[in-house]
């Protein structure tokens, strides 16, 4: 696309300048929502955002996308392709050349026809050795003369392509004075080449001279001698690499093939010096690498080395894609290279991934914890949370219930909607809302002035609200991670700390795990909480810890909820130690009511939620709910969270 001029003199055309500034903005919600999922499952904060920028999101193909492009588009260039194309191609024009040769002579009953045709009879069976044989005879056929310099104008042309990219279309039509173009060209650069690797000084003039004499063989503008090398080199060693893959006999025949190439047997050896050159200059390149080709396209030798190339480039990109390396990051991948392999899209999604990975760093979503790992940063763990309480909210807005009550008084606190005035309210006006009543009232009236009527008069609609203790129990047993319990129970927790810490924040919430012991918990370290094989479900510590929390706040309402999918089956004996046993021992299931009883007293009632149908577990917490005057309620996992929120809502109401 080219720039278009515009009548006011700017112009417009594609963006070049850095990303563009019209794409879509990097979506941190979405990533940090797979990357949260990923930790409560117990993965680590680094090893999560690993996985999404493998996996991608729902608009960005992620590495193993790309991956997965790169090793088909390797597999069809060797599936498609094989590296007979020259020595076909010489062959084909050698066979129409004789055929030519063979009729022209085949009425001419003199001699010297007769003798030809002995020559051309005697021709030895190999393509090379043919071609070689026939560089001195002398064509009666006009399509033999010409079939024979087309051959030598190809060997030519592919073996400078095979070394320079972008040559053989240069040379489709080169005469003598080009031919001797080339050959000085390559004495320049051999003698260039060795001045370099004897470390003469003045060897930038010589670059540079040499540049200004022969820079139309080099599109890609190199600006020193060691960026010149560079990029023979990478094009010298994918041609050998295609020599390698060819079998003993095409190598033969290509090697004798080439003293042909012009007619000129000096850019053989010039090519040959200047590999020679190369090597030794960076043997770092993969000179003795191979491929297998397979297909039924043939490619000559300039193609053949474009698909080593396209080889050697697809590796190097499935590297820097895989980023397995020590101090990887996504900023090494070369976005030009794979948009030459992948095209643009490719390029976009790499881009958008090095942005996300940037983006997720720059903007404090991970920090480091005390022992240098990485976690999610508080600021991460609010937009979870925000996003698990979205989720409940929108489940929860399809189910009918009661409306919170609404009261007036200082203890009153705005919910973000209005009402009519009534008589003996006392919450303020919402005056944007009042004004709008009575303007509508009188426009619609066809009055000319407006004028307030308490009928337009609407308040500022509050709601009641009383501080609360609660305590949420989860089950961390081994049975909530093998029935895949494990990332509903945390989002639970988190879109209850959301709520709470956002609506209710004079309520005090204690988040408390038990499995063979209980304990309570901050919010990061339970979604960092990673599943662990463990007998026991002490739900009678789990109690324990929730009465302490509730005497700690003796003016609040005490909250208590309970989620868990195993009857319980150790307890605390008073020396600190868990005793576990099943089927449950009657002083474990006594302890466990025990506690109950005291919650009780303190006038909390337990709202149990029950994962599974084990008809144990339903009688057991069926008897909690009776003698704390609570409820058992069995959502499926997609609705356990709408289920503890709902239910503490209800509570708190």
Known sequence: MTAVPLPDGYSYGPWHDGPDPLAPPADLRDALDEIGRDVMAGASPRSALEEMLRRGTD?????????????????????????????????????????????????????????????????????AAAVNELADYDWRSEQGRENYQQIRDLLGQELMESRFQGMKQALQNAGPEDVERINEMLGDLNDLLDAHARGAEDIQQRFEDFMGKHGEFFPENPRTVEELIDALAERSAA?????????????????????QAFGDPRLAQQLSRLDSQLQAARPGEDWTGSSRFRGNNPLGMGE??????????????????????????????????????????????????AELERELRRQGLFERAADGS???????????????????????????????????????????????WRFGDMQPWDVPRTIRNAVLRSVSAGERQVHLDVEDVEVVETEHRTRAAVALLVDTSWSMVSEGRWL?????????????????????????????????????????????????????????????????????????????????????????????????????????????????KLGASISVFRLGDDPRLTA??????????????????????????????????
């Open 59 to 127: 608009r960005t193909a992620g590495l193993d996308e790309l991956s997965r492009r790169l090793w088909q588009r390797r597999s069809q260039i060797q599936r498609r392709n094989n590296l007979n194309g020259t020595l076909q191609e010489v062959q084909r024009l050698l066979q129409e050349a004789l055929d030519a040769e063979r009729r022209e002579l085949f009425p001419d009953p003199d001699d010297d026809a007769r003798f030809r045709e002995a020559q051309l009879d005697a021709l030895p069976p190999g393509t």
């Open 374 to 420: 990485l976690r999610l940063s508080p600021k991460a763990l609010r937009r979870l949370g925000e996003t698990a309480l979205s989720d409940i909210v929108n489940a929860l807005r399809g189910k009918t219930g009661e409306r919170e009550t609404e009261s007036a008084g200082a203890a009153g606190e705005p919910t973000g909607a209005s009402r009519p």
């Open 488 to 600: 509903p129970m945390k989002r639970t927790a988190l879109a209850l700390h959301q709520l709470i810490s956002t609506r209710f924040r004079n309520d005090a919430l204690q988040l408390i795990t038990f499995g063979r012991y209980a304990q309570s918990m901050e919010l990061p370290e339970l979604v960092g909480l990673e599943g662990a094989w463990e007998q026991g479900t002490n739900a009678h510590h789990g109690l324990l810890l929730a009465g302490q929390h509730l005497r700690r706040h003796p003016d609040a309402q005490p909250v208590v909820l309970m989620v868990t999918d195993g009857e319980p089956t150790a307890h605390l004996e008073p020396d600190g130690e868990a005793v576990f046993d099943y089927p449950p021992q009657p002083r474990t299931l006594h302890k466990t009511l025990s506690e109950v009883d005291r919650l009780a």
């Open 239 to 259: 041609a050998q690499r295609m020599l390698n893959s060819m079998s003993a006999e095409q190598r033969a025949e290509l090697a004798e093939l080439t003293q």
């Open 304 to 353: 053949g080395a474009q698909a080593m190339q396209d080889l050697a480039e697809l590796d190097a990109l499935a590297e820097q894609l895989g980023q397995s390396y020590p101090g990887a990051r996504l900023e090494d991948i070369d976005l030009e290279a794979l948009e030459r392999q992948l095209g643009k899209d490719a390029g976009v999604d790499a881009r958008r991934l």
């Open 620 to 653: 057991f917490v069926d008897l909690i709910a009776r003698r704390s005057g609570g409820r058992v309620i069995a959502p499926d996992l997609d609705g356990l969270g709408a289920a503890v929120v709902g239910d503490y809502l209800r509570t708190r109401r």
